[in-house]
């Protein structure tokens, strides 16, 4: 397994693929070859920047990913973790990598993984943020997670990184109601791309407004909205500061460290729970009792809510 990760760590394509093969099999419930290969990371610490890039389909974010991630000098390794929920790389991994990659202008310091996601899929977010762990542990500083195509994927990213970023296009409908459904305050930053499209001005004026009310003293959320033309390369420079001065005041005030306990809290809120149900399925005493219990709700002698707490507390062993 070390062999594997050092293997991986010096750019062997094949290598990373039995990594992420072994990771799906893990979450499968293979926690034997889980646990193996967590132990053999070659750096088990969790460090790096992880930076969500969320909004709606066709507002350019692998175009602005990729200008930001060239802006990283080649000897920073970025990680880029897209989550596809439209089924255009149902062919492969490999494939959406391509895709992913052309997208990016195939710069050399790039590690990209493509996460085929179908609605109905288990833990979109637990899968991306493992798989943001495993670029982690090979070096990668910052890394991105993309969402593609679905809303549920952009609200588990929220959920697992430090930095969310929002991109919003001149197209939005009503402005307005984009502020009035609390979005805006889920963000860290607000960028209006495709800046050189007629109604940017607007729609920018309307986000600043509600961006300089959300502000306090102690906020280190930007005031107002990026404005980025990704095609042109036009106000990146702008953005990419921005998401490290972001960082920045993250780790002064000690958020970094409590969102990346987050992080891994949420990991292992859902593992423990894999597991345990696990164990209770295999249990022939406790499927005995659900059977039973079952019987009395039926035949309405139970409740089946007081039911289902007194089974709970039953299974689960007392805290100290």
């Known amino acids: 397994m070390q062999a594997m990760w050092n293997a991986a760590s010096g750019g062997d394509a094949s290598a990373l693929d039995e990594i992420f093969a072994s990771l799906q099999r893990g979450l499968r419930g293979d926690t034997v ?22 909004g709606p389909p066709g507002t350019g974010k692998s175009t602005v990913l990729g200008h930001l991630a060239a802006r990283h000098p080649e000897a920073e390794k970025v990680g880029v973790v897209s989550v596809d929920a439209t089924g255009h790389c149902g062919q492969g991994h490999r494939l959406g990598d ?5 997208a990016l202008d195939l710069a050399p310091n790039l590690c990209v993984r ?6 109905g899929d288990p833990a979109p977010g637990l899968f991306a943020s493992l798989s943001a762990d495993i670029f982690d542990a090979l070096g990668c500083d910052p890394i991105f997670l993309e969402s593609v195509g679905m809303a549920r994927a952009q609200v588990e990213i929220v959920r697992r990184v430090h930095t969310v970023v929002l991109l919003v296009p001149p197209s939005v ?39 300089a009310s959300r502000s306090g003293e102690d906020d280190p959320r930007p005031d107002r909205v990026f404005r980025t033309t990704a095609l042109r390369d036009e106000g990146l420079d702008e953005l ?5 001065t972001h960082a920045s005041a993250l780790r002064a005030d000690g958020v970094f460290a409590s969102r990346s306990r987050a992080q891994v809290a949420e990991q292992l809120k859902y593992l423990v729970f ?17 059977d039973e219990c079952a019987r009395g709700v039926l035949e309405g002698d139970r409740n089946l809510v007081d039911t289902a707490d007194e089974v709970a507390a039953m299974v689960t062993p007392p805290r100290p």
């Open 33 to 54: 070859l889980f646990g193996e290969l967590w132990s053999a990371r070659p750096t088990p610490e969790l460090r790096a920047h992880r930076i969500g890039l969320v």
């Open 274 to 290: 894999e597991m345990l149900r696990a164990r209770w399925q295999g249990d022939v005493g406790l499927r005995a009792l659900l």
């Open 114 to 119: 493509t996460l085929d996601v179908r609605p």
């Open 240 to 244: 990419f500061q921005g998401i490290r």
């Open 98 to 102: 391509r895709l992913r990659m052309n």
């Open 173 to 211: 409908e009503d402005p307005d109601q984009l502020v009035a459904s609390g979005l805006l305050d889920l963000a860290d930053l607000v960028v209006l791309n495709k800046c050189d499209l007629e109604g940017a001005e607007a729609v920018a004026a309307t986000l600043d407004r509600a961006l």
